[in-house]
């Protein structure tokens, strides 16, 4: 019986689920109609590079565009960041990034449709704006051979240097839930 439990685990924590959910962003919104890029590298069973590029809507509400590739063969998305509550004296901003994925692999490709809720409070220090935040992405993920749902634990921080309010560089650590995967990001972004 142990053997069988041990096999099921085994089997089931090593099938590929190519679920990307990456978060990689705060509270802010960016002002209407100003643009940011983001480069960033995503460790997990390997590695990828993407890039977003961003665009503030309005005071609430955020446009992204993501490619990626590595690992993957290749990856797009195209989200919307709601932040309806800012980061207010002592109140985190809570708000949610969602949207639609495209992963294709070595062995299939398969579209996603993600929803990331998070929250996020900013504070000041002698080195700079830390942000850090908190997610629970979920997925509804389509492929050839099934739907499924998938799940993630993710926690970050972004750091942005005194005197540096355009450039900010960011770090966040995903650990798996349900049929998703573990990763690590680091990146870097611009404010133009």
Do not use: C
């Not at 099938?15 to 480069?39: F, P, R």
């Amino acid at each position: 019986m142990r053997l069988m439990l041990l096999f099921t685990v085994l089997v089931f924590s090593m099938s590929k689920s190519y679920a990307y959910m990456s978060l990689m962003t705060t509270g802010d919104i960016l002002k209407q109609n100003q643009v940011q890029g983001m480069g960033y590298l995503e460790f997990w069973r390997g590695t990828n590079a993407n890039a977003r590029a961003s665009m503030g809507i309005n005071d609430s509400l955020q446009g992204d565009v993501e490619i990626g590739s590595g690992d993957v063969s290749f990856m797009m998305s195209a989200m919307v960041k709601w932040v309806p509550i800012p980061d207010y004296e002592k109140q985190p901003a809570m708000g949610i990034r969602g949207g639609l994925t495209y992963v294709n692999t070595h062995d299939y490709s398969q579209t996603s449709v993600v929803a990331m809720p998070f929250l996020s409070k900013a504070f000041q220090s002698p080195h700079g704006k830390f942000s850090p935040y908190a997610s629970i992405p979920l997925a509804v993920n389509s492929n050839k051979d099934h739907s499924f749902f998938s799940a993630r634990l993710v926690v970050g921080v972004e750091w942005t240097p005194l005197e540096q309010n355009n450039f900010h560089v960011i770090g966040e650590a995903g650990a798996h839930i349900s049929k998703s995967f573990s990763s690590l990001n680091v990146g870097a972004s611009y404010d133009f």
